[in-house]
């Protein structure tokens, strides 16, 4: 990877670690969420120090060990009933400021860009937009859950294009990675993301984003409570 100030790890993880408003939205679940997830940050931390990321050229891809993981993790929760449950338990009104983090996210792929450790169509100058989510975010948690002038069909349109542009980058980000799926940015290939810090990406940001959407699109199809009555809550 080529070499990238310190400052940019070190806004990075604080980036990663400001998820900890995931603990906000669940309030019932909070030592056991911090104890999984201080876990999984440790020990991918260690795998992608290890350099056990940058061997690209096995099949199944390493990689697969960062996104495989997150992604039955919540297929389990949808499945069982104690996961719904805790689905149901999360506040949908801290869910949807969550995604602030996207737009420091977003700025720490552009500086990255600029080092050379990303492709630019990674980025919000290239192919991903991403950093739209972030910056409506604020805008629609204060229209739905602090005025009531966001009913549930707006909720439902917003996270669902959230899903898409989530789907977009994540694509992007896999198809730019040097390996047997590579099709894009052969010439500044996406290496960021294999190495520490930002191996944090795919293996937290992203399934805790994803998360997020779907745990509000549950509540909202299943007909939760309204936004007026989640604001209401302490």
Do not use: C
Not at 27 to 32: G, K, Q, T
Not at 71 to 94: E, H, K, N, S
Not at 138 to 153: T, W
Not at 164 to 186: E, K
């Amino acid at each position: 990877m080529p070499p990238v100030p310190l400052a940019l790890d070190l806004a990075f993880i604080l980036t990663a670690l400001a998820l900890g408003l995931l603990l906000r939205a669940a309030p019932r679940h909070r030592l056991a969420l911090m104890a999984s997830l201080g876990l999984w940050l440790l020990g991918q931390a260690a795998l992608a120090l290890s350099g056990f990321y940058t061997v690209t050229d096995t099949l199944p891809p390493r990689f697969a060990l960062v996104v495989g993981p997150p992604l039955l993790g919540l297929l389990a929760l949808l499945a069982m009933v104690r996961g719904r449950r805790f689905l149901d338990g999360l506040r949908p009104d801290w869910l949807t400021l969550l995604h602030v983090v996207r737009i420091p996210v977003e700025l720490v792929l552009w500086a990255l860009y600029y080092y050379r450790a990303v492709p630019r169509l990674m980025t919000f100058g290239g192919r991903n937009w991403d950093i739209l989510m972030g910056v409506t975010a604020p805008l629609v948690y204060y229209l739905a859950f602090r005025r009531g002038r966001f009913g549930r069909a707006g909720l439902v349109v917003w996270n669902v294009a959230g899903l898409l542009l989530l789907g977009n980058i994540v694509r992007l980000g896999l198809l730019s990675a040097p390996g047997p799926f590579q099709q894009f940015s052969f010439e500044q290939p996406n290496v960021a993301l294999q190495n520490f810090p930002y191996v944090w990406l795919p293996a937290f940001v992203v399934p805790v984003v994803l998360l997020a959407h779907v745990a509000a699109l549950w509540q909202l199809v299943k007909g939760g409570v309204s936004s007026k009555e989640i604001s209401k809550r302490k």
